[in-house]
């Protein structure tokens, strides 16, 4: 059973960083795509970042420029670095995993729409 743990939350000043981390575990050979996802109150949760496992990266277009994602395949990790933080990035960062192949000994299964339990991320003015 694949599991996505996030850490790395917590409470930080406006212009100061933090850095989540989600590691994947299960009996897990390759994931394709990981991510981060964010939702604020009273808010639709939203792409924040996006990586696959070929290299290509993508980012909402309010963290383009401060937020950086990273992923440590070999150890089914995946990192976002967050600088220059705002109140409005006050949310509850998912990780969000797709396309994770999973079994040995010739038998496998390819599954989608993982999620963690999610971090809060709160930014004071």
């Known amino acids: 059973q694949v599991q996505l743990v996030e850490s790395g939350g917590g409470l930080v000043q406006a212009g100061g960083s933090l850095r989540l981390s989600c590691i994947a575990s299960?009996?897990?050979?390759?994931?394709?795509?990981m991510g981060w996802y964010r939702q604020a109150p009273g808010k639709q949760r939203e792409l924040v970042a996006h990586?696959?496992?070929?290299?290509?990266?993508n980012y909402g277009d309010s963290v383009k420029g401060r937020f950086t994602i990273s992923r440590d395949n070999a150890k089914n990790t995946v990192y976002l670095q967050m600088n220059s933080l705002k109140p409005e990035d006050t949310a509850v960062y998912y990780c969000?995993?797709?396309?994770?192949?999973?079994?040995?000994?010739?038998?496998?299964?390819?599954?989608?729409?993982?999620w963690g339990q999610g971090t809060q991320v709160t930014v004071s003015t």
């Open positions: 990586a696959t496992s070929g290299g290509n990266i």
């Open positions: 299960g009996s897990i050979v390759s994931i394709n795509e």
């Open positions: 969000n995993a797709d396309g994770i192949k999973t079994g040995h000994g010739g038998v496998y299964f390819i599954g989608y729409g993982y």
